[in-house]
């Protein structure tokens, strides 16, 4: 069975898989995606040994986002988490500077993870690494992103719709968004609008699995 679970802030994905594998009583659960503690969204589940494999189809690959990015700071998390570095600018970015920013991020682009995520690096996650006071940079690997779309500017914040292949990290075109402009930047919300077919009005909350599995 695959069906889109509502992911709060606060918990990470792996906390909802456990509670999943515990209403359902179901030994084999995985995820098309992670979402970070701090976003909130559609997580798409797989429970079952046969819907686990399907997650890696392809057809859960697309996702989209609704991203709010505030500008003249840097986090050592590039999220709301991190320790905060303010930026000194000499006047905020105009709107068609932003514009120009956002449209190239778009197409296949280098993305570096940021310091603290799961990637591994000499076989143990980067995050851990950073913990531990050695930060070590992930090294930047091919992405793609379909679409940038502005909603809303006004300085420090900028509010963004993407539209992204698999393994795009948010925090880090947020971050990333940031250097182009000068200003730094990080992630200050992140909503998950959609996975594959599923978009965030067809996700359930995990409370309610038993009753929808019976």
């Not at 515990?22 to 079952?48: F, N, Q």
């Not at 686990?52 to 050592?76: D, P």
Request: aromatic share 8%; glycine share 10%.
């Amino acid at each position: 069975m695959i069906i889109a679970v509502y992911k709060k802030k606060g918990p990470t994905s792996r906390d909802l898989l456990n509670e999943i594998k515990r209403v359902t009583k179901e030994k084999k659960v995985g995820h098309a995606g992670t979402l970070d503690p701090l976003a909130e969204g559609g997580l798409v589940v797989g429970i079952g040994r046969e819907s686990t494999k399907e997650l890696f189809s392809g057809k859960f690959q697309e996702k989209e986002y609704l991203a709010v990015i505030k500008l003249g700071e840097k986090s050592s998390t590039d999220d709301m988490e991190g320790d905060k570095e303010k930026v000194f600018i000499e006047k905020p970015p105009f709107l068609y500077e932003v514009e120009k920013v956002l449209a190239s991020f778009k197409g296949t682009i280098m993305q570096a993870p940021p310091v603290f995520s799961a990637v591994k690096i000499k076989g143990k996650e980067a995050y851990k690494w950073a913990r531990e006071g050695t930060p070590r940079n992930p090294k930047k690997r091919k992405v793609f992103i379909k679409s940038t779309r502005l909603l809303k500017y006004k300085y420090p914040y900028l509010k963004i719709k993407i539209t992204t292949g698999k393994g795009v990290y948010i925090r880090s075109l947020a971050r990333d968004i940031g250097r182009a402009l000068g200003t730094g930047g990080y992630l200050h919300s992140l909503l998950r609008l959609r996975v594959g077919k599923f978009t965030v009005s067809d996700c359930v909350p995990v409370e309610s699995l038993p009753d929808r599995l019976n």
